[in-house]
Nanobody, 121 residues
């Protein structure tokens, strides 16, 4: 299984970014796929997950109403649209996959190399 993130970068507060996660060797129906993030000195935080098999989504409390997750099964890609970004959203964002249909997944089985998101004030 390979998960490759793209779309990170530097943006001003209030701006938007869209992250993409291209997945290979994974059957979307078998996994919940999404994102967690980690900032320096902070614990890992689940951001958002989607189960393509049942359409269920999960959003962490800190991103509800601002982030939207979606998937394109034909392209084996999951997207995270991030709007109204805040400096506290600054972190490395990792695409992650957990076996099963629960969101968030109880365990992370695979994750990518991460992409940096920096929000300036």
């Amino acid at each position: 299984v390979q998960l490759v993130e793209s779309g990170g970068g530097l943006v001003q507060a209030g701006g938007s970014l869209r992250l993409s996660c291209a997945a290979s060797e994974v059957t979307f129906d078998d996994y919940a796929i999404g994102w967690f993030r980690q900032a320096p000195g902070k614990e890992r935080e689940g951001v958002s997950y989607i189960s393509s098999s049942n359409g269920r989504t999960y959003y962490g409390d800190s991103v509800k109403g601002r982030f939207t997750i979606s998937s394109d099964i034909a392209k084996n890609t999951v997207y995270l649209q991030m709007n109204s970004l805040k400096p506290e959203d600054t972190a490395v964002y990792y695409c992650a996959a957990g076996l099963g249909r629960f969101v968030p997944p109880p365990e992370i089985d695979y994750w990518g190399q991460g992409t940096q998101v920096t929000v300036s004030s």
